[in-house]
T-cell receptor
Framework: RKEVEQDPGPFNVPEGATVAFNCTYS??????FFWYRQDCRKEPKLLMS???SGNEDGRFTAQLNRASQYISLLIRDSKLSDSATYLC?????????????FGKGTKLSVKP | GAVVSQHPSWVICKSGTSVKIECRSL??????MFWYRQFPKQSLMLMAT?????????EQGVEKDKFLINHASLTLSTLTVTSAHPEDSSFYIC????????????FGPGTRLTVL
């Protein structure tokens, strides 16, 4: 079983749509969780950290369910510029130290 | 702040040659740098953790004699792919963590290596 699993997509949605991505992780010792965004042929960039209480940053909402080892990202009112691959990332050693384990990513394509 | 650069951004070389990739933290000191590799449509995979002034720690399956890492200063780590072969063609990305061991990892823009 892969350590971090994501639906690869692609998700093709119209502008203004709401889209949700899911991610599961296998290591129950995972302590930190993140969503990164990666544009084609570019490095990944941190989108947001994910907390158990859930957190929101503008149009982006992230949720964590430790019991189910499940992470989600919700994007509301999609923009063309949201088109990218979204990477679910976990850190087993906690905080921002140690190794980051990346999922393969979910590709989002927002169409006009 | 927290800018990480990589050089070169892309390189094409012949099979059997060695290629050096530099990773620099431009406006901060990085005790630890990480080297990742990403094949097309695959996830980033950690290759090694590079600590300033000491030997790198390699992940399982990564040949330390093939991927030489040097972290001689708090702002520079280098990855040398020795005797490169076509299967080494990939996107190599470094990241740097602030000195003191806290804070997020900041990623470089990556180096695309193509071995003919």
């Amino acid at each position: 079983r892969k350590e971090v699993e994501q639906d690869p997509g692609p998700f093709n949605v119209p502008e203004g749509a709401t889209v949700a991505f899911n991610c599961t992780y296998s290591n129950s010792a995972s302590q930190s969780f993140f969503w990164y965004r990666q544009d084609c042929r570019k490095e990944p960039k941190l989108l947001m950290s994910v907390y158990s209480s859930g957190n929101e940053d503008g149009r982006f909402t992230a949720q964590l369910n430790r019991a189910s080892q499940y992470i989600s990202l919700l994007i509301r009112d999609s923009k063309l510029s949201d088109s990218a691959t979204y990477l679910c990332v976990v850190n087993i050693k906690g905080g921002s130290q140690g190794n980051l384990i990346f999922g393969k990513g979910t590709k989002l394509s927002v169409k006009p | 702040g927290a800018v990480v650069s990589q050089h070169p951004s892309w390189v094409i070389c012949k099979s059997g040659t060695s290629v050096k990739i530099e990773c620099r933290s431009l406006d901060f000191q990085a005790t630890t740098m990480f080297w990742y590799r990403q094949f097309p449509k695959q996830s980033l995979m950690l290759m090694a953790t590079s600590n300033e002034g000491s030997k790198a720690t390699y992940e399982q399956g990564v040949e330390k004699d093939k991927f030489l890492i040097n972290h001689a200063s708090l702002t520079l780590s280098t990855l040398t792919v020795t005797s490169a072969h076509p299967e080494d063609s990939s996107f190599y990305i470094c990241s740097a963590r602030l000195a003191g061991g806290v804070g997020t990892q900041y990623f470089g823009p990556g180096t695309r290596l193509t071995v003919l």
